[in-house]
Antibody
Framework: EVQLVESGGGLVQPGGSLRLSCAAS????????MNWVRQAPGKGLEWVSY????????YYADSVEGRFTISRDNAENSLYLQMNSLRAEDTAVYYC??????????WGQGTLVTVSS | EILMTQSPATLSVSPGERATLSCRAS??????LAWYQQKPGQAPRLLIY???TRATGIPARFSGSGSGTEFTLTISSLQSEDFAVYYC??????????FGPGTKVDIK
C-alpha cells in the first residue's frame, strides 16, 4: 500500500524556521519525482516545490523562492522541506505529493504549519 | 503562468442526479489536466488525469472530457460519498503547477 506520512509541522513565530519531513512507503521512492503542495485554512491548493527523482532538478513557487529548500534522501525514502524566514501567509497544511504530472498522483494526509506570534 | 478557473463555485445537487463541473485554462494545456476530489479533513485524491482517464480505483460514474482550454468533469449519478470539493490542475506548462479555485458539490 502506498503511503506518504508528513511530520514536523507546528506553531512557529514569524521569521522562524521549520523542517518538514515526508516518509514514503509502498512504492519505489527513488523512481518518482516529488512535490510539496500547501493549502491555507479554508482556501485552495498551491504548489510549493518540485524535486526530480535524482534531485537533479528543483523548482520553487515564486512565493517561497529563496526561503524554502526541498531535498530528498532516496536511501531513507524521505522527502524534506526546510522552511526559513516564515511569514503569516505561510500558514497552511503542507502536503507531500508524488508525481502530480500525470497518472501517479498520490498525496499524504498533510501537516499543519501555523506561523503566529 | 497558466491561470485556471472553475465554475460554478458551488453546485447544489440531489443524490442520484448528474453533476457537471467546468474548468478553464488561460491558455492551452493540451490534455495535461487532472481532477482531484477533496473531502473535509482529507488529502486530495486523484480522480482523472490526461483530461479523461480515470485513475486506479475511481468509479465509472466519474468522467472527464475536453482539451485545450475547456474541460468538464461529470459525475453521472451522485452518491452520498461524492459530496466534496473538486479541483482541476494543469501540468502542461510548469513550473508552476497550477490549480483551479475549486467547485464545492453539496447536497440540494
Amino acid at each position: 500500500e502506498v503511503q506518504l506520512v508528513e511530520s514536523g509541522g507546528g506553531l512557529v513565530q514569524p521569521g522562524g524556521s521549520l523542517r518538514l519531513s515526508c516518509a514514503a512507503s509502498g512504492f519505489t521512492f527513488s523512481s518518482y519525482s516529488m512535490n510539496w503542495v500547501r493549502q491555507a485554512p479554508g482556501k485552495g491548493l498551491e504548489w510549493v516545490s518540485y524535486i526530480s527523482s535524482s534531485s537533479n532538478t528543483i523548482y520553487y513557487a515564486d512565493s517561497v523562492e529563496g526561503r524554502f529548500t526541498i531535498s530528498r534522501d532516496n536511501a531513507e525514502n524521505s522527502l524534506y522541506l526546510q522552511m526559513n524566514s516564515l511569514r503569516a501567509e505561510d500558514t497552511a497544511v503542507y502536503y507531500c505529493a508524488r508525481g502530480i504530472a500525470g497518472s501517479t498522483g498520490f498525496w499524504g494526509q498533510g501537516t499543519l504549519v501555523t506561523v503566529s506570534s | 503562468e497558466i491561470l485556471m478557473t472553475q465554475s460554478p463555485a458551488t453546485l447544489s445537487v440531489s443524490p442520484g442526479e448528474r453533476a457537471t463541473l467546468s474548468c478553464r485554462a488561460s491558455q492551452s494545456v493540451s490534455s495535461n489536466l487532472a481532477w482531484y476530489q477533496q473531502k473535509p479533513g482529507q488529502a486530495p485524491r486523484l480522480l482523472i488525469y490526461g483530461a479523461s482517464t480515470r485513475a486506479t480505483g475511481i468509479p465509472a460514474r466519474f468522467s472527464g472530457s475536453g482539451s485545450g482550454t475547456e474541460f468538464t468533469l461529470t459525475i453521472s449519478s451522485l452518491q452520498s460519498e461524492d459530496f466534496a470539493v473538486y479541483y482541476c490542475q494543469q501540468y502542461n506548462n510548469w513550473p508552476p503547477f497550477t490549480f483551479g479555485p475549486g467547485t464545492k458539490v453539496d447536497i440540494k
